[in-house]
């Protein structure tokens, strides 16, 4: 069934995550797989009408299962981690499955027990519509608190897993470094065998799985944490299709030090999984040129979270829709080859562009470039001149602009040896505006959905940019780790260089 299993590490995937399954949702008032709102409009692409076939194929990323009471389910694909704290109200068994028994004290202490509790958190207004059945309020950056208070998916209890080692927003022992993470995994990796414990149940029930999504922050310890399970992922499934989103944090208004270890997470991280993933693809908004026309406060993960998910969400639909519709899937792997021609580049750029009509003129468009790596030395000329190795438009009722679309090509027949690989991949669904996402979108204030498109590339810009990742970030690392990491940035940057002359001053000879 093509089935693809989502991995989704720490906070900021868990908040993106979110939207992800939002999106996705069964919004139908029979199933028991979601949380509905009476007497709301139809607020996703995921419902149809009975005798309406959906575009989509739930069965990629959604697994149908029996609750509790007999009923049918449908659960999405995932495995969650976080740590203590970090699942707010949310609760590892739900409406759909029974509690199970717990062993009482006295059954493992023969002498005196006192029995402490942590007192639960009490669900927001909007879970608790949501599970009444009531009119939801409109969420806000308060009342937002977890990345569970706006959810409107069920998971599966085997999908909850709670790490006890740290503790959420911990001012004692925060985990923020890579090495951090990479050793919390092997501990506990030694004792309970993560892969088989909580990975394994969901691809053994995959009929023909087609590829592995990871969600994970890679400028926090999460990257390290995330390296390590990839690394025993590819073990495992060494020909399956691993792709990464790699998520980073806004850096504005955090102090120096912390810019300075954020840097260093973010190189140990795309150094370690360009080495295991089949794509990689870092995802952060600008901190300068923002663009116009998003309303957005950058502390809240709410809502930078909904941001970066439009953008994953839109560039793999062509992943999910059903056989034999007008718009003909592709699998994860395909858009890997079309991004990695040469095999030797892992590492992808995203840009999208939003609109709330369709033919919206390009003055109307909200364009974010999801790319920063090292986007401080570099001035936006060297962008424009950047030759194309691969490239992946996905469009939603939204086409390329003028200028992109002259570079398209007429077919996407065999490409010749050499030439850049370039797919265009149309759909007329248009990206739900739902009630659990943000207004960030004045433009869009009184839309239900909005088109979009995004631009998945490797292109030869990115070796200057890995270039300035090297050099900003190996001056704050000891001198044993000094080596290893410049010379791994090093080899990824020589394989986005080409021997051309772009009529630029140009002092990248020396990677």
């Given at each position: 069934?093509?089935?693809?299993i989502?991995l989704?590490?720490g906070?900021?995937?868990?908040?993106?995550?979110?939207?992800?399954?939002?999106?996705?949702?069964?919004?139908?008032?029979?199933?028991?797989?979601?949380?509905?709102?009476?007497?709301?409009?139809?607020?996703?692409?995921?419902?149809?009408?009975?005798?309406?076939?959906?575009?989509?194929?739930?069965?990629v990323?959604?697994?149908a299962?029996?609750?509790?009471?007999?009923?049918?389910?449908?659960?999405?694909?995932?495995?969650?981690?976080?740590?203590?704290?970090?699942?707010?109200?949310?609760?590892?068994?739900?409406?759909?499955?029974?509690?199970?028994?717990?062993?009482?004290?006295?059954?493992?202490?023969?002498?005196?027990?006192?029995?402490?509790?942590?007192?639960?958190?009490?669900?927001?207004?909007?879970?608790?519509?949501?599970?009444?059945?009531?009119?939801?309020?409109?969420?806000?950056?308060?009342?937002?608190?977890?990345?569970?208070?706006?959810?409107?998916?069920?998971?599966?209890?085997?999908?909850?897993?709670?790490?006890?080692?740290?503790?959420?927003?911990?001012?004692?022992?925060?985990?923020?470094?890579?090495?951090?993470?990479?050793?919390?995994?092997?501990?506990?990796?030694?004792?309970?065998?993560?892969?088989?414990?909580d990975?394994?149940?969901?691809?053994?029930?995959?009929?023909?799985?087609q590829?592995?999504q990871?969600?994970?922050?890679?400028?926090?310890?999460?990257?390290?944490?995330?390296?390590?399970?990839?690394?025993?992922?590819?073990?495992?499934?060494?020909?399956?299709?691993?792709?990464?989103?790699?998520?980073?944090?806004?850096?504005?208004?955090?102090?120096?030090?912390?810019?300075q270890?954020r840097?260093?997470?973010?190189?140990?991280?795309?150094?370690?999984?360009?080495?295991?993933?089949?794509?990689?693809?870092?995802?952060?908004?600008?901190?300068?040129?923002?663009?116009?026309?998003?309303?957005?406060?950058?502390?809240?993960?709410?809502h930078?979270?909904?941001?970066?998910?439009?953008?994953?969400?839109?560039a793999?639909?062509?992943?999910?829709?059903?056989?034999?519709?007008?718009?003909?899937?592709?699998?994860?792997?395909?858009?890997?080859?079309?991004?990695?021609?040469?095999?030797?580049?892992?590492?992808?750029?995203?840009?999208?562009?939003?609109?709330?009509?369709?033919?919206?003129?390009?003055?109307?468009?909200?364009?974010?470039?999801?790319?920063?790596?090292?986007?401080?030395?570099?001035?936006?000329?060297?962008?424009?001149?950047?030759?194309?190795f691969?490239?992946?438009?996905?469009?939603?009722?939204?086409?390329?602009?003028?200028?992109?679309?002259?570079?398209?090509?007429?077919?996407?027949?065999?490409?010749?040896?050499?030439?850049?690989?370039?797919?265009?991949?149309?759909?007329?669904?248009?990206?739900?505006?739902?009630?659990?996402?943000p207004?960030?979108?004045?433009?869009?204030?009184?839309?239900?959905?909005?088109?979009?498109?995004?631009?998945?590339?490797?292109?030869?810009?990115m070796?200057?940019?890995?270039?300035?990742?090297?050099?900003?970030?190996?001056?704050?690392?000891?001198?044993e780790e000094?080596?290893?990491?410049?010379?791994?940035?090093?080899?990824?940057?020589?394989?986005?260089?080409?021997?051309?002359?772009?009529g630029?001053?140009?002092?990248?000879?020396?990677?």
């Amino acid at each position: 069934m093509r089935e693809i299993i989502t991995l989704q590490l720490g906070q900021l995937s868990n908040y993106t995550a979110t939207h992800f399954w939002n999106t996705q949702v069964e919004q139908l008032p029979t199933t028991s797989s979601a949380k509905t709102v009476t007497d709301q409009p139809q607020e996703s692409y995921f419902t149809y009408a009975a005798d309406e076939e959906s575009p989509v194929d739930h069965n990629v990323h959604w697994r149908a299962g029996v609750g509790a009471d007999g009923s049918d389910t449908f659960l999405p694909r995932t495995v969650i981690y976080d740590l203590k704290g970090g699942f707010g109200s949310l609760r590892k068994i739900n409406a759909l499955y029974e509690p199970e028994s717990e062993a009482t004290p006295g059954a493992l202490w023969s002498g005196p027990s006192v029995v402490q509790k942590q007192q639960p958190l009490e669900a927001n207004a909007y879970q608790q519509s949501l599970d009444s059945g009531s009119q939801a309020p409109q969420l806000t950056t308060s009342t937002v608190r977890y990345w569970s208070d706006f959810s409107r998916a069920y998971f599966h209890p085997r999908s909850l897993v709670q790490l006890y080692d740290f503790e959420l927003n911990s001012t004692t022992m925060p985990f923020e470094r890579f090495a951090m993470g990479s050793e919390l995994y092997n501990v506990l990796d030694r004792e309970h065998e993560l892969v088989d414990r909580d990975w394994r149940p969901f691809a053994e029930e995959a009929d023909q799985m087609q590829g592995i999504q990871v969600f994970t922050s890679i400028d926090d310890a999460w990257g390290g944490f995330a390296s390590s399970y990839i690394e025993s992922l590819r073990d495992e499934y060494p020909k399956t299709c691993i792709w990464v989103w790699g998520l980073q944090s806004p850096m504005l208004g955090i102090p120096r030090s912390k810019r300075q270890l954020r840097l260093v997470n973010t190189a140990h991280s795309i150094d370690q999984l360009c080495a295991q993933a089949t794509t990689l693809v870092p995802v952060a908004l600008p901190e300068t040129d923002f663009p116009a026309g998003i309303s957005m406060d950058s502390r809240s993960q709410w809502h930078t979270s909904a941001a970066m998910a439009t953008a994953i969400e839109t560039a793999t639909l062509q992943t999910r829709l059903t056989q034999g519709t007008a718009d003909q899937p592709v699998s994860l792997d395909y858009m890997a080859e079309s991004l990695n021609p040469a095999g030797n580049q892992p590492l992808a750029s995203m840009e999208m562009s939003l609109a709330p009509e369709t033919d919206a003129p390009d003055g109307d468009r909200i364009d974010i470039d999801f790319f920063q790596i090292g986007r401080g030395g570099l001035g936006r000329q060297r962008d424009r001149e950047a030759r194309i190795f691969g490239q992946v438009f996905s469009c939603r009722a939204l086409g390329p602009k003028g200028d992109e679309q002259q570079d398209l090509p007429g077919h996407q027949g065999r490409p010749v040896i050499g030439s850049p690989v370039i797919r265009k991949y149309e759909s007329s669904l248009r990206f739900p505006l739902l009630d659990s996402y943000p207004r960030i979108y004045p433009r869009a204030a009184d839309q239900q959905d909005i088109a979009v498109l995004t631009n998945l590339s490797s292109n030869t810009f990115m070796a200057p940019r890995i270039k300035t990742l090297r050099t900003e970030s190996t001056r704050f690392v000891g001198v044993e780790e000094r080596e290893a990491l410049n010379n791994g940035l090093a080899e990824l940057a020589e394989a986005y260089r080409e021997d051309w002359s772009s009529g630029s001053d140009d002092d990248d000879d020396d990677i």
